[in-house]
């Protein structure tokens, strides 16, 4: 079965620090890996990863995919309080359609 | 507009009855999707439609869900005999093309309530 599975499930820190989020999957036909951040309802697109090595930058995040090993990570450096908020990941098929397999979610408190 | 939109944004309904949800993607997106996000879960995909058309249903839980597409526009989900267990997010979500854009962009969510 299809599978996006993240780590943690919930992270509490404190501003300035440095956390990474964890996502691995096990999905056939892989095509692309997303990362979003989801504060209220509507989750906003993070990162787009289809190659293996190549780091993604935005500001303080970045983010790296693995495809030999399945996993990708979210890096935040210098957490702020407005990084609180739930960071999905999710997989996209390589099918007839471009449905997404998410995990679970983590759950990032950044405290002052 | 801007982004994509759904109404309404909050719905409570008693256990038995139908439910509409409706979805308006960004204008220009030809694949629109449906998802739905339990309490403390993660978002499961529920239909895709590309253009009027739905190639992918396999999502949908139960024969109690239907969604429709028209004008390549706007989509309705409708659940019809609602239970406490559909409770839940309903998030849509289009993008410009499914080949040509893995980026989708999600609305604000209808937070369905069944009673």
């Known amino acids: 079965e299809d599978k996006v599975v993240q780590s943690p499930l919930s992270l509490v820190v404190h501003e300035g620090d440095t956390v990474t989020l964890n996502c691995s999957y096990e999905?056939?036909?892989?095509?692309?890996l997303l990362w979003y951040k989801q504060e209220k309802k509507a989750p906003t697109f993070l990162f787009m990863l289809t190659s293996s090595g190549i780091e993604k930058k935005s500001g303080r995040l970045s983010s790296i995919l693995d495809k030999k090993e399945l996993f990708s990570i979210l890096n935040i450096t210098a957490t702020q309080t407005g990084d609180s908020a739930i960071y999905l990941c999710a997989v996209v098929y390589s099918s007839n359609t471009g449905k997404l397999i998410f995990g679970q979610g983590t759950t990032l408190q950044v405290k002052p | 507009g801007a982004g994509v939109s759904q109404s309404p944004s909050n719905k409570v309904t008693e256990k038995g009855k139908d439910v509409e949800l409706r979805c308006d993607p960004i204008s220009g997106h030809t694949a629109l999707y449906w998802y739905r996000q339990s309490l403390g879960q993660g978002l499961e995909f529920l239909i895709y439609f590309q253009g009027n058309s739905a190639p992918d249903k396999s999502g949908l839980p139960s024969d109690r869900f239907s969604a429709e597409r028209t004008g390549g526009s706007v989509s309705t989900l409708t659940i019809q005999r609602t239970q406490q267990e559909d409770s839940a997010v309903y998030l849509c979500?289009?993008?410009?093309?499914?080949?040509?854009?893995?980026?989708?962009?999600f609305g604000p969510g209808t937070r369905l309530t069944v009673l």
């Open positions: 979500a289009s993008s410009l093309e499914r080949e040509g854009a893995d980026t989708q962009y």
């Open positions: 999905v056939t036909n892989f095509r692309s």
